[in-house]
């Protein structure tokens, strides 16, 4: 059963972790190396909960105490701390709009090899950098067929708040790791490895010898990694060079690109994994 602690005082050590601490001190903050993440909303938080997530504490709006009494009987007893929306704000620096925060341990992410285990299909996030698009990707490859996501060690974190929100928690829903963990594992090393595992390397990005997205060798590719690059510079030349195909969508109306994110679901749904 759960802990209900009124907040009476906003410098608490024990709200550190909602309010206090950057995205990198949450990831090292529980040992060994898995941290703690933050989940926002009920709907993020028992996705993350089904996926086996473990809870550390909730940060409530007291008026949403008791329309989620089913959540609170599974956090289990952890301690959960509630005060008006206005304290809450206070506390957070912004209004927690779905009214409810979870911090979660992170979990353990699986070897490359053993999460590629039978999967035709992965989408490669190279050196992206913004939470929003991270989030936005994770949710059209988990929506439109892909098998599971690879992050590069300069890619920003799946589990950093914005990125879990704005993923609408499918970050817990389709399998991902991260292939390598410096920058020096990517990308040579990192395609070397995809390509010993069996997987054909398709690189997004504007240049002209590139093939249409709609090509038929891609579709007929057994296993396919699709990479996708960081916003603005797009992927390395190094990363376009190793790759076995170069990919475009075409465009209409003198229009050069797409977002990362929006480029990514129209090359999910082309190229995904089957229905």
């Known amino acids: 059963m759960a802990h209900i602690v009124e907040i009476t005082d906003l410098s608490l050590p024990e709200l550190d ?14 040992e060994p190396e898995k941290g703690i993440f933050i989940a926002e909303s ?143 594992d990517w990308p040579e090393q990192g395609l070397a490895r995809l390509r010993r595992l069996g997987y054909a390397t398709a690189a997004m990005a504007l240049d002209e010898r590139a093939v249409r997205v709609d090509a038929p060798q891609l579709a007929a590719e057994g296993k396919l990694a699709l990479v996708l690059g960081t916003e603005g510079d797009g992927l390395s030349q190094n990363t376009i060079a190793a790759c076995d195909y170069t990919v475009r969508i075409p465009m209409a109306h003198g229009v050069d690109s797409l977002n990362v994110a929006a480029a990514s679901a129209v090359a999910f749904w082309q190229l995904r994994s089957g229905e």
């Open 42 to 184: 009920a709907k993020v938080i028992v996705r993350a909960l089904d996926a086996g997530c473990v809870p550390v504490a909730l940060l409530m709006e007291r008026r949403k105490l008791a329309p989620q009494e089913a959540l609170l009987a599974r956090c289990g007893d952890v301690p959960v701390y509630t005060a008006e929306r206005e304290v809450l704000a206070a506390l957070t620096g912004y209004t927690l709009t779905r009214g409810v925060l979870c911090a979660m341990r992170r979990p353990h992410l699986p070897a490359v090899e053993t999460l590629c285990a039978g999967m035709r299909r992965l989408a490669v996030l190279e050196n992206i950098v913004d939470a929003t698009n991270v989030g936005a990707i994770f949710r059209s490859a988990a929506a439109l067929g892909m098998d599971g996501i690879l992050v590069t060690p300069s890619c920003c974190d799946p589990l950093c708040r914005r990125a879990v929100r704005v993923s609408m928690g499918t970050v817990f829903q389709i399998p991902w790791t991260r292939i390598g963990e410096t920058a020096a």
């Open 17 to 30: 972790i909602f309010a206090r601490l950057t995205e990198t001190q949450l990831r090292s903050r529980v």
